[in-house]
Structure formats: structure tokens, C-alpha cells
């Protein structure tokens, strides 16, 4: 088992999604991962995307007490593409909490 040491420039992203969501379902927050990846097409080997997907989608979204909340995860200097700020405008000016999260505890201090 590979050991990460803790600081914000070296953790997978998917590691950090794990953590995420164990720790909001162990308190109980109904939340889920967002499927991003398209579909291996076999005849032209590559990878087709959804069309319909909405870009700028966050990795995970959930809902606590009684609010909806999305979250974008982040690992080391990875920036926010356009379509993601985008996102995190809408959900900004409609009252609806998002967060940019680099590590578990960016989330543990946003939910309470």
C-alpha cells in the first residue's frame, strides 16, 4: 500500500475524491461521483464523450441538511478550466455552495 504524504501538491485527485466521500458519508451527507469519463469505442479505439454531459461539471455533488452542494477537486497546481469558474459563478449568484477543494480537510471545514 502506497503511503501519501500530506501535502496539497502530491495527492492524486482520485485519492482525494475517496477520502471526500467517505468522510461525507460517514456523516451522512447523500452524495455521489460524477462520471466524466466517455465510453472506450472499440472500432475507432478511442474515447467518446457523452454529448449531453454539461462541461464544468464538479466531481462531486451531495446534498446536507436540507441543501444541495458541489464540490471540484483538485491535486497540486491543476487550475480550474473556464467551464468549471463558469460553474462556480452559477452556483455563486443562485445561493448554492460550491467548493474548490485541494484536500479533505478544504471540505471538513466548508461542511459542519
Avoid at 52 to 68: A, H, S
Avoid at 70 to 87: L, Y
Amino acid at each position: 500500500m502506497r503511503v501519501w504524504k500530506k501535502t496539497r501538491f502530491n495527492i492524486p485527485e482520485k485519492i482525494i475524491q475517496r477520502q471526500i466521500l467517505g468522510y461525507l458519508r460517514k456523516i451522512g451527507c447523500y452524495c455521489g461521483k460524477t462520471k466524466t469519463t466517455g465510453i472506450y469505442d472499440a472500432r475507432r479505439k478511442c474515447f467518446r464523450s457523452d454529448p449531453f454531459l454539461l462541461r464544468g461539471f464538479p466531481d462531486i455533488c451531495g446534498f446536507w441538511r436540507d441543501k444541495i452542494f458541489f464540490i471540484e477537486v483538485k491535486s497540486g497546481k491543476n487550475p480550474q478550466s473556464e467551464e468549471q469558474k463558469t460553474f462556480q459563478k452559477y452556483c455563486n449568484s443562485s445561493s448554492v455552495k460550491y467548493i474548490l477543494a485541494y484536500s479533505l480537510n478544504d471540505v471538513v471545514a466548508e461542511i459542519k
